[in-house]
């Protein structure tokens, strides 16, 4: 049984019980940090579908309009044209076979991986790597594209993947707990509203079954969200 720290206990004992709107969630976590550190701020999903059936995943992308307050460190294969465009847009490491190396022997200091349709011959090499990070590129995503200086720019600026994993849950990072509060709370309706957008037609029943909000090592807050 997880153990907690006296903070933490304090804050929880100041928890709003019942479910709050984005706005309270944001005032409360705001006035009841549980670090000395800059916390991240995320919302947690507890969906609805049954994450045993394809046909009811929910997988997408969003451009938070805040961004997330985190430098995204971005790697693409690509080569020629391609290469020089995403390294003008600000990729971290662009490369074909000597990046596929460098990630075999072990390096992993990247958040996102693009790659063109022609280099993804590369990556597929690297499948057992990347796959269980959730690092491959996907072309629904976005993160397979010719147009590799879009796709790096969109990244840098605070695009974030969506992704219900096999326990029906979606946790994504909306920002940091430095950011104005009007930031967080935008950010945060931008998410659901996306992540409602991609709602799966063999969904019958309800969509959101619990959504709550928590700093890195703060007390999660439940949120009224409706389908």
């Not at 720290?5 to 709050?20: C, F, R």
């Amino acid at each position: 049984m997880k153990r907690h720290g006296k903070k933490y206990v304090d804050i929880a004992k100041k928890a709003p019980v019942e479910s709050v709107s984005i706005e309270e969630a944001v005032a409360f976590i705001k006035a009841n940090p549980a670090a000395k550190f800059d916390e991240s701020v995320e919302l947690g999903m507890r969906m609805g579908c049954d994450a045993s059936k394809s046909d009811q995943m929910i997988r997408g992308t969003i451009g938070l309009p805040n961004g997330i307050g985190k430098k995204i460190r971005v790697v693409v294969f690509a080569g020629g044209t391609a290469a020089d465009a995403a390294r003008e847009a600000g990729a971290d490491f662009v490369g074909m076979d000597d990046l596929a190396e460098k990630i075999k022997g072990g390096w992993l200091d990247f958040d996102v991986v693009i790659a063109t349709p022609e280099a993804m011959a590369n990556v597929r090499k690297l499948a057992r790597v990347l796959g269980p990070r959730g690092l491959m590129p996907n072309p629904k995503t976005g993160t397979v594209t010719d147009d590799t200086a879009t796709a790096v720019a969109q990244q840098k600026a605070g695009k974030v993947e969506f992704r219900m994993d096999r326990q029906g849950n979606i946790c994504v990072m909306i920002g940091k707990l430095s950011f104005d509060a009007e930031k967080l709370v935008e950010n945060a309706k931008v998410l659901i509203d996306a992540v409602r957008s991609n709602r799966p037609a063999a969904l019958k029943g309800q969509l959101f079954r619990k959504v709550s909000m928590s700093s890195t090592m703060g007390v999660p807050v439940k949120l009224d969200i409706k389908d």
